[in-house]
């Protein structure tokens, strides 16, 4: 069932799931300051239905990319001051993915370059066809990355090979982004693509959604901090799980062998 979104950002939803497609395949998907918008509200509106939702897809239409990036075209002619702003709203984007509580999966197919791959970074994970293509062209630009490319990329590939692609410009294929962890899994076309990621929201679902709620709110909370920071907000997101009746649940059933019967609460 759609629901409302932007011309440039569709929202379907399936049971539990919601699949967020960016719709502009005239220009590779890219991130217009309105399809930012639209993504920003989409994931907003995500967030208001609660525990309705249990994952979340990430992808772009066409067939040929996830994001090609930024909107060049957009950028142009931008002062400094509006330079900023741009960035500040592909942040917002990012910020709203790691504030939803369900967890989202970018499934790309094809190009996520420059902002695209900084999206598909603020998801929790990346699976991908065999024909994609990842990488952060931004220098080539005159450009650094804006989108939080230089802040997650180098957590989810390290700051040696961050620093390889950001400087370089190169274009990864999926295997290659795989052997450096950018990628979670491949897959053979975008039918297994979504069949895959389906099948992994469904072994989500099959837990305490509390838990996996809290539990990402702490990765993306202790993220970059110090140690003993870390620890704390990973102490106190521990507690939290015993506010939970699916806590209680859950370690009854192990105890009384049988399977656990999670609400939600
Ligand atoms: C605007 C874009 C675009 C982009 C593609 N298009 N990428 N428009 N912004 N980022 C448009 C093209 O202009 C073209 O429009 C149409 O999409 C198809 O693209 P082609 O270039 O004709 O396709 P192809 O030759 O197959 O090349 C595909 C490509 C190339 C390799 C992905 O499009 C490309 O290099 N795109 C730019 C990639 C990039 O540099 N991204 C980083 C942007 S900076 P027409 O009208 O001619 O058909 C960025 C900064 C983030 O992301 C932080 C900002 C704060």
């Given amino acids: 069932t759609p629901q409302a979104s932007g011309p440039d950002v569709r929202v379907e939803r399936d049971g539990g799931i919601a699949i967020v497609t960016i719709d502009r395949p005239a220009a590779l998907n890219a991130l217009s300051p309105d399809v930012l918008r639209a993504l920003h509200a989409a994931f907003e509106s995500l967030a208001a239905d609660g ?58 197919d094809g190009f996520a370059l420059g902002g695209g791959l900084e999206l598909a970074l603020a998801c929790d994970f990346i699976y991908a066809t065999d024909a994609s293509t990842f990488g952060q062209p931004e220098v080539r630009l005159g450009l650094t990355p804006g989108f939080g490319g230089t802040v997650r990329l180098p957590r989810a590939v390290g700051l040696a090979r961050a620093k390889e692609l950001i400087y370089t410009a190169r274009r990864i294929d999926a295997a290659e982004a795989a052997a450096m962890g950018l990628v979670s899994r491949t897959f053979a076309d975008r039918d297994a693509l979504f069949e895959g990621a389906r099948a992994t929201l469904a072994e989500i679902e099959a837990n305490a959604a509390p838990a996996v709620g809290i539990a990402k709110r702490v990765l993306v909370a202790a993220a970059g901090r110090r140690t003993d920071r870390a620890a704390e907000i990973e102490i106190a997101g521990f507690g939290d799980a015993f506010r939970t009746e699916d806590m209680r649940e859950g370690v009854a059933a192990f105890i009384e062998k049988r399977e656990p019967g999670f609400t939600g609460a």
Wanted: net charge negative; glycine share 16%; with cysteine.
């Fill in 51 to 108: 525990s309705a939702v249990r994952g979340v897809l990430l992808t772009g239409a066409g067939g040929r990319a996830f994001v090609a990036g930024a909107d060049i075209r957009a950028m142009a002619d931008l002062t400094p001051e509006q330079g900023e702003e741009s960035a500040r709203l592909g942040h917002r984007v990012a910020g709203a993915i790691e504030g939803l509580a369900a967890p989202v999966i970018a499934c790309v």
